[in-house]
Every structure is written in structure tokens, then in C-alpha cells.
């Protein structure tokens, strides 16, 4: 309730000590049955993306630019499922870890080319091989 007053009554704002990270994760807390039913939420609408572009790539002429418009979204929306158990600011901490920095550079790389190869290029076997190091580096 205390947080609520301050926020309406405007005095409530990162401090000269506090961070912008630390301000980040307090506005985003959530109950653990809320941060549950997010992942859960989240993570179905992933993999039913993905299972739906798997579905789309045998549909003639237009099924390889649905699968890889479902697959990628399916992969974003299965990454941002974790970030409801985690929260943003841990989960991306544990994304740019020394062990896990390659492999997420990686994998955001080729979801962005993978998009970039479907639309802009034009070039879907560029694009199916950038899926498939999607799946390489989100397995790593």
C-alpha cells in the first residue's frame, strides 16, 4: 500500500543510491502462483507456435514463410516463458554469463536472421538454416 501512495503521489523514483536494475526488478515483482501460471502461459503459446510452423511447412508455396514466422515467434515467446520464473533482470544476467554469452549471442542472431532472410532477402534456404541454428544454439 505504501508503494501505491508514493507512486501516486509522484514522490516514488529511482534514488541516488538504487539503480535502474534494482528499480526494474522491484516494479516487476509477482507472487509465485502469478509467475507460474505466466511460464505456463507463455511457454504452451511457444511451443504451439512452433509445433503450428512445423504444421505450416507443408502447405504449398506460402507454408515455409508460416513456418519460420511460427517457429520464430514460438522460440521468443519459450525465452521470455523462463523470464516469469526468473524475473527480466536475473534471466538476462544468466543470458550474458560467461559460459552462455556465445551461445546467446548466437541464438538472437539468428532469430533476427532468420527474420531478415524470410523478409528482406528473400532466400528460404538461407532462412531454414538460420532455424536450424536457432535450435543448435537455444540447445546449447
Known amino acids: 500500500m505504501d508503494k501505491l501512495k508514493s507512486v501516486l503521489s509522484g ?6 543510491n538504487g539503480n535502474i536494475l534494482q528499480a526494474a526488478n522491484e516494479a516487476s515483482t509477482l507472487g509465485w502462483g502469478t509467475r507460474v501460471k505466466g ?11 512452433s509445433i503450428l510452423g512445423v504444421c505450416m511447412l507443408f502447405i504449398p508455396k506460402v507454408g515455409i514463410l508460416l513456418f519460420i514466422i511460427f517457429y ?7 525465452l521470455c516463458s523462463t523470464m516469469f520464473l526468473m524475473g527480466p533482470v536475473k534471466q538476462l544476467k544468466r543470458m550474458c554469463d560467461k559460459t552462455r554469452a556465445l551461445a546467446t549471442t548466437i ?5 533476427v536472421l532468420t527474420l531478415c532472410a524470410a523478409f528482406w532477402w528473400v532466400n528460404f534456404g538461407l532462412a531454414l538454416l538460420f532455424c536450424i541454428l536457432q535450435v543448435l544454439a537455444f540447445a546449447w
Do not use: A, K, Q, R
Open 11 to 16: 514522490t516514488d523514483g529511482p534514488n541516488e
Open 39 to 49: 511460464f505456463i502461459i507463455c511457454f504452451v503459446i511457444g511451443v504451439t507456435c
Open 72 to 78: 520464430t515467434f514460438g522460440n521468443i515467446c519459450s
Open 107 to 111: 541464438m538472437l542472431t539468428c532469430l
